[in-house]
């Protein structure tokens, strides 16, 4: 186990054990799974959608500090998302650089960011557009959670508001 994704071939993101053993960045086990069906992207074998809906894991949303600048998009049903860690710091560097537009691989499809307009939408199909967002875990209004995976997920072991017991790491 070299740390590195058999899909995208770079160091694990939000890793996802599946119950073959193999292991997979969230996204990208997803973006296979939401082509193929449930299924393991090396050895075929098939496994509970559930896993892919509600990961286990919300290690994502554990780690980082709360006053950092992220990114993120908006939900479709009030609220906001946090890109992934890596999605989120590839916008913040263009963001930085006064790029006016950031493209990024998310799964199986590409997305662009207009940072003037805040707007992301999908590269092959502009029409899909969502509101995106700069600011900090302390700021954000009505977290979601990060990367399609619910806070709710989280709150499980914890009383309060989810954000309030987020646990800085750095
Ligand atoms: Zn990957
Ligand atoms: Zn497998």
């Known amino acids: 186990m070299d740390g590195k994704c ?7 993101l939000l890793a996802l054990i599946l119950p073959c053993k193999h292991i997979f960045c969230f996204l990208c086990i ?3 799974c939401l082509k193929n069906g449930a299924n393991c992207y090396i050895c075929k074998m098939s496994f509970d959608k559930s896993l ?8 994502a949303v554990r ?9 993120y998009y908006e939900s479709n ?9 890596r999605t989120s710091e590839i916008i913040e560097d263009a963001f930085r650089q006064e790029d006016p537009t950031v493209a990024f691989p998310i799964g199986s499809r590409t997305y662009e960011i207009n940072f003037e ?4 939408y999908q590269k092959d199909e502009t029409s899909k557009k969502r509101t ?6 302390r700021d954000i209004k009505n977290l979601r959670g990060v990367a399609g995976i619910p806070l709710e997920n989280y709150r499980e072991d914890n009383d309060s508001d989810g954000i309030a017991g987020l646990s800085d790491s750095e």
């Open 30 to 32: 997803k973006g296979h």
């Open 117 to 120: 307009a805040k707007r992301q």
């Open 132 to 137: 995106i967002t700069r600011s900090t875990r």
């Open 77 to 85: 049903n009030n609220g906001w998302w946090e890109f992934d860690k």
């Open 52 to 59: 892919i809906e509600k990961p286990p894991s919300m290690e």
């Open 63 to 71: 780690e980082g500090s709360k006053d950092k600048n992220r990114w």
């Open 6 to 12: 058999p899909m995208c071939k770079e160091d694990l």
